[in-house]
């Protein structure tokens, strides 16, 4: 497996190996994840070489690579090609672990993460024992993957390379459709059709659950219907009520901003509530915003379809506690100026994205009687430059803001674009949004303290290094007192 630390790689080295595979593979990364798969009787290189396809004793059946991390003139691609190994995506693989499995997979734009891990959490609450592959980490346990004896696997599906394509659902959970990754799908209407070819996976006799919510999810579920496949709908009650023609199995009466999350007011409906009435449900959520209250819906309604019992399926929303950078409470300070500020770190890279999560977090600053300060890290160049304007519009909900220059990733400058593309676009459009562009890193968490005061919420926002920033945030604030 090339590259076996990066988060969806590892967990399936972890489910190959509970399943009695030998596994190998090479990542430069070190730290918790690489021990975990040592621990686990993973042999692990720390280079890319050729050589380390020896690394068994034997040459392996098969290869692993990821689309998007591994160049193709990788060594150990080169020699594998070379000798004829097969080498396959990390998608065809979890195509492969899935296979008699009755599969529940989670797209969309956004939300997959925090929906799959949902889902996961109320599955086992209700005794499915589902095999899983989260993408990102639990908060509580940090499992990104797990093997277990139930007929559910559930997984996350990943539109940005078409990987969802290899999948064949039997509940096909949509939360989103909203253009993005042109940089691989080069126009709008090719990344919208990919979910589509999505629908035509699923099985027969199989669901589609999507997101009346979202123009693209419930036009996505307009198409679906028309076409004879079943769906399961779910929304706030004014959705469900704009769109009468599709089936709705699941709604939202009332979302309430807590002091740890939201109180939200559900409703079961048509297939969905069969042995529960239309009684409504409330469920607790540990994380805030009507966005995450959506995504509890959605895996409710996935997980009443996939045979589990109302009651336990709702105790186990009520327990999640949400997962690794996803509304992800780094930490509270302790005294001094900031006493009582929360940093919160989020992978929001997307502006209907960074708009949720502000949301969320202004209402929780709004219970406090503080204000939001936002670290937003812009991920690539060519999402930068096709949606700076957007990025502008939803970053200026944000009390104070701090922008960092580009996390290129795999790609290389653009002349003319940064991180101040969207700070000017920002001051020009809402000059009310104090807003600073930042091009240090090593400069960042004292830029972004000196903004923060007493019970605020700090917000580092981005897909790219924004994360390391949390730490020193909170190390500053603690050390003004």
Request: proline share 5%; net charge negative; hydrophobic share 40%.
């Given at each position: 497996?090339?590259?076996i630390?990066?988060?969806?790689m590892?967990?399936?080295?972890?489910?190959?190996?509970?399943?009695?595979?030998?596994?190998?593979?090479?990542?430069p990364?070190?730290?918790?994840?690489?021990?975990s798969?040592?621990?686990?009787?993973?042999l692990?290189?720390?280079?890319?070489?050729?050589?380390n396809?020896?690394?068994?004793?034997a040459?392996?059946?098969?290869v692993?690579t990821?689309?998007?991390?591994?160049?193709?003139?990788?060594?150990?691609?080169?020699?594998?090609?070379?000798?004829?190994?097969?080498?396959?995506r990390?998608s065809?693989?979890?195509?492969?672990?899935?296979r008699?499995?009755?599969?529940?997979?989670?797209?969309g734009?956004?939300?997959?993460?925090?929906?799959?891990?949902?889902a996961?959490t109320?599955?086992?609450?209700?005794?499915?024992?589902?095999?899983?592959?989260?993408?990102?980490?639990?908060?509580?346990g940090?499992?990104?993957?797990?093997?277990?004896?139930?007929?559910?696997?559930?997984?996350?599906?990943?539109?940005?390379?078409?990987?969802l394509?290899c999948?064949?659902?039997?509940?096909?959970?949509?939360?989103?459709?909203?253009?993005d990754h042109l940089?691989?799908?080069?126009?709008?209407?090719?990344?919208?059709?990919?979910?589509?070819?999505f629908?035509?996976?699923?099985?027969?006799?199989?669901?589609?659950?999507?997101?009346l919510?979202d123009?693209?999810?419930a036009?996505?579920?307009?198409?679906a219907?028309?076409?004879?496949?079943?769906?399961a709908?779910?929304g706030?009650?004014?959705?469900?009520e704009?769109?009468?023609?599709?089936?709705?199995?699941?709604?939202?009466?009332?979302?309430?901003?807590?002091?740890?999350?939201?109180r939200v007011?559900v409703?079961?409906?048509?297939?969905a509530?069969?042995?529960?009435?239309?009684?409504?449900l409330?469920?607790?959520?540990?994380v805030?915003?009507?966005?995450?209250?959506?995504?509890?819906?959605?895996?409710?309604?996935?997980?009443?379809?996939?045979?589990?019992?109302?009651?336990?399926?709702?105790?186990?929303?009520?327990e999640?506690?949400?997962v690794?950078?996803?509304?992800?409470?780094?930490?509270?300070?302790?005294?001094g100026?900031?006493?009582g500020?929360?940093?919160v770190?989020?992978?929001?890279?997307?502006?209907?994205?960074v708009?949720a999560?502000?949301?969320a977090?202004?209402?929780?600053?709004?219970?406090?009687?503080?204000?939001?300060?936002?670290?937003f890290?812009?991920?690539?160049?060519?999402?930068?430059?096709?949606?700076?304007?957007?990025?502008?519009?939803?970053?200026?909900?944000?009390?104070?803001?701090?922008?960092?220059d580009?996390?290129?990733?795999?790609?290389?400058?653009?002349?003319g674009?940064?991180?101040?593309?969207?700070?000017?676009l920002?001051e020009?459009?809402?000059?009310?949004?104090?807003v600073?562009f930042?091009?240090?890193?090593?400069?960042a968490?004292?830029?972004?303290?000196a903004?923060?005061?007493?019970?605020?919420?700090?917000?580092?926002?981005?897909a790219?290094?924004?994360t390391?920033?949390?730490?020193?945030?909170?190390?500053?604030?603690?050390?003004?007192?």
């Open positions: 497996m090339v590259g630390g990066g988060a969806g590892s967990g399936l080295a972890h489910i190959l190996l509970a399943r009695g595979s030998a596994v190998s593979g090479s990542d990364a070190t730290g918790e994840t690489i021990d798969l040592k621990e686990a009787g993973a692990v290189a720390a280079e890319h070489d050729a050589d396809l020896e690394l068994s004793g040459a392996p059946t098969v692993v990821s689309f998007k991390a591994i160049p193709e003139d990788n060594p150990e691609l080169v020699e594998a090609r070379k000798r004829g190994i097969p080498v396959i990390r065809e693989l979890l195509a492969e672990l899935m008699g499995h009755r599969q529940v997979l989670i797209a734009t956004h939300g997959k993460t925090s929906t799959t891990s949902m996961v109320a599955f086992r609450r209700a005794g499915l024992r589902p095999s899983f592959a989260i993408g990102g980490r639990l908060t509580n940090g499992e990104g993957a797990g093997n277990d004896a139930g007929e559910a696997f559930v997984a996350a599906a990943d539109e940005s390379d078409a990987s394509l999948y064949r659902p039997d509940i096909a959970v949509v939360t989103t459709v909203e253009p940089d691989f799908f080069g126009t709008k209407e090719k990344y919208v059709e990919v979910f589509d070819r629908v035509e996976t699923i099985t027969p006799g199989g669901h589609l659950v999507a997101c919510d123009p693209g999810a036009a996505l579920a307009g198409r219907r028309a076409r004879g496949v079943s769906v709908a779910y706030t009650a004014e959705a469900i704009a769109n009468p023609g599709i089936p709705a199995a699941g709604r939202i009466d009332s979302v309430e901003a807590t002091a740890t999350g939201s007011t409703a079961l409906l048509g297939p509530a069969e042995g529960a009435g239309e009684e409504p409330e469920l607790a959520l540990r805030p915003g009507t966005h995450m209250a959506l995504n509890a819906l959605a895996a409710l309604v996935a997980g009443r379809l996939a045979g589990g019992c109302t009651a336990p399926l709702v105790a186990g929303l009520t999640y506690e949400g690794r950078r996803r509304f992800d409470v780094r930490g509270t300070v302790g005294g100026p900031a006493d500020a929360t940093v770190d989020d992978y929001a890279h997307h502006p209907t994205e708009a999560v502000l949301a977090a202004r209402e929780q600053a709004a219970r406090r009687g503080a204000k939001v300060v936002c670290c890290q812009p991920h690539l160049y060519s999402r930068t430059r096709e949606f700076a304007e957007a990025f502008a519009d939803a970053l200026a909900a944000a009390d104070e803001l701090v922008v960092l580009v996390f290129g990733a795999r790609e290389k400058p653009v002349e674009i940064s991180g101040k593309t969207i700070t000017d920002v020009s459009r809402h000059p009310e949004t104090p600073v930042e091009p240090d890193f090593d400069r968490a004292e830029t972004v303290a903004r923060v005061g007493g019970r605020d919420v700090v917000l580092t926002m981005g790219g290094s924004v390391r920033l949390a730490a020193p945030i909170l190390e500053a604030l603690e050390g003004r007192g």
